[in-house]
């Protein structure tokens, strides 16, 4: 079935195909994850090829065949440049990061709302600069782990079930378990000791607060949990090579 769809996406990245065109990945909000054909898209002269760039939040003209694997995108308009995260390195490190998660983690052809407005969402906000950009990243983290699946309770401890008290209590994180009450942590083995600072940041960016109270440390830190969290829930993912160096 053939159709010429209109929708907007995110490009998450981009290929060189031929000696004049491209393929671009996408993530759009009627077709979930897709890779297009842009003809002669690397022309100069192409305003298809420049407007569908890494990182561009775009709306789309596409001619959509269901057996096909690659689209043939025939328009692209600027929706959002976000200029602001580009001009920041540290910025653009991190928004490269939520890209790899669509890249290696969401499979093609699944439409999902929800998902579609969170990257949308969060990419204004690095823009923004409201907050540190790990911080930021952070809160797309948890959101996507979350909606992968592996929703981690800051509530109760997943083991005994006792209540959290977030401003005194710390706690573990346990790969099979998931976030344990301090008296848990050390009982079950392999389990990751969270300080009270980042068990409450935690806390408060899954509840969405304004405020998380992270330092630039504590950030990094509990993104390698949250990473190492998620690499043991699907093994395929490697992790995440923006940050790496971080």
């Known amino acids: 079935m053939s159709a010429i769809i209109t929708t907007e996406a995110v490009v998450l990245n981009t290929y060189d195909f031929s000696n004049t065109s491209k393929i671009v990945v996408l993530y759009t909000q009627k ?7 842009i003809k ?23 001619y959509n065949k269901d057996v096909r694997e ?18 920041d ?5 991190h928004a490269h990061a939520v890209l790899e998660l669509f890249q290696y983690l969401v499979k093609e052809h699944e439409e999902n709302q ?17 907050e540190l950009p790990a911080v930021t990243f952070l809160r797309f983290f ?24 977030h401003t005194k209590d710390e706690a573990g994180l346990n790969n099979t378990a998931g976030v344990l009450c301090s008296d848990c942590a050390q009982k079950i083995p392999h389990t990751v000791h969270v300080s009270q600072e980042l068990f409450n940041a935690l806390h408060c960016l899954k509840s969405g607060n304004r405020e998380s109270g992270l330092q630039p440390g504590g950030a990094i ?9 998620l690499k043991y829930q699907i093994p395929e993912f490697q992790g995440l090579k923006s940050i790496k160096s971080i």
């Open 89 to 93: 390195y540290d910025s653009l490190l």
């Open 221 to 229: 830190r509990l993104i390698s949990m949250l990473e190492s969290f």
């Open 40 to 62: 002669a898209g690397r022309d100069k002269n192409s305003k298809i090829g420049r407007t569908a760039d890494i990182l561009n939040l775009i709306s789309i003209v596409l």
């Open 114 to 130: 929800r998902l579609y407005a969170g990257l949308r969402k969060i990419l204004y906000r690095f823009d923004q600069k409201a």
């Open 31 to 37: 077709l979930g994850k897709i890779s297009a054909l």
């Open 142 to 165: 948890i959101f996507f782990i979350e909606l992968a699946g592996y929703e981690l309770s800051t509530q109760f401890c997943s083991n005994c079930g006792r209540a959290a008290d």
């Open 70 to 87: 690659v689209q043939l995108l025939t328009q692209a308009d600027m929706v959002a440049f976000f200029g602001n995260i580009r001009e």
